[in-house]
């Protein structure tokens, strides 16, 4: 089994910063491309940014040039420094990866959620 666990949200003013780690764990053959997704309330589930197992990045166009995703292969462990935070980035930040687990000998790859982490940008 495949866990992915997310932490660093919380409450931060406008212009701030946040830091969010997602951690994968279990059965881990090869991690590919990793994610981050946010949804805010009453709104679909956007891509945020995504690195690829060889380090290639993109980004939302709302958020370039103010997060920078990153990742830690011996970790298995992706980031998303936030920076210059506003209102408009508050949301529930999900990590996604591809992962492919070894199930009796046989390698399975399929995406995994974590559970989610509130950013809230207020004053």
């Known amino acids: 089994q495949v866990q992915l666990v997310e932490s660093g949200g919380g409450l931060v003013q406008p212009g701030g910063s946040l830091r969010l780690s997602c951690a994968a764990s279990?059965?881990?053959?090869?991690?590919?491309?990793m994610s981050w997704y946010r949804q805010a309330p009453g709104k679909q589930r956007e891509l945020v940014a995504g690195?690829?197992?060889?380090?290639?990045?993109n980004y939302a166009d709302s958020v370039k040039g103010r997060f920078a995703i990153s990742r830690d292969n011996d970790k298995n462990t992706v980031y998303v420094q936030m920076n210059s935070l506003k209102p408009e980035d508050t949301a529930v930040y999900y990590c996604?990866?591809?992962?492919?687990?070894?199930?009796?000998?046989?390698?399975?790859?399929?995406?995994?959620w974590g559970q989610g982490t509130q950013v809230t940008v207020s004053s």
């Open positions: 279990g059965s881990i053959f090869r991690i590919y491309t």
């Open positions: 690195i690829t197992s060889g380090g290639s990045t």
């Open positions: 996604n990866a591809a992962i492919g687990s070894v199930v009796v000998g046989i390698v399975n790859t399929r995406n995994y």
